[in-house]
């Protein structure tokens, strides 16, 4: 019988970063890294260069034209934010 490993949660700097599915929570990253009020996730989400990466990635990845699978927003409930899938997050880094 194969014993399941448990992953360890994600932390920065001493904070948890939540996870949903395969996504990571930008906002949690965002306050990881110390909350630059000029660096909010809905600031750079409205940046016209962003719309454009984010279109992108939804062409190469197959996802919805309005990325809603790249990006996706929660509000209110639980654990809101702004959510990333994990694989896009590499390509994210790189701007």
């Not at 630059?36 to 197959?62: C, I």
């Not at 996802?63 to 790249?70: F, I, L, P, T």
Request: net charge negative.
């Amino acid at each position: 019988m194969t014993k399941l490993t448990k992953i360890p949660a994600l932390t920065y700097n001493g904070l948890l970063i939540h996870e949903k599915g395969e996504k990571l929570c930008l906002t949690d990253m965002w306050r990881a890294a110390g909350s630059n009020e000029t660096q909010r996730p809905n600031d750079w989400l409205n940046q016209e260069g962003t719309k454009t990466f984010v279109e992108y990635l939804a062409e190469n990845l197959n996802a919805s034209k309005n990325g809603n699978e790249v990006i996706q927003t929660v509000r209110g409930g639980k654990n809101p934010g702004t959510l990333a899938d994990s694989l896009d997050l590499r390509e994210i880094s790189l701007t």
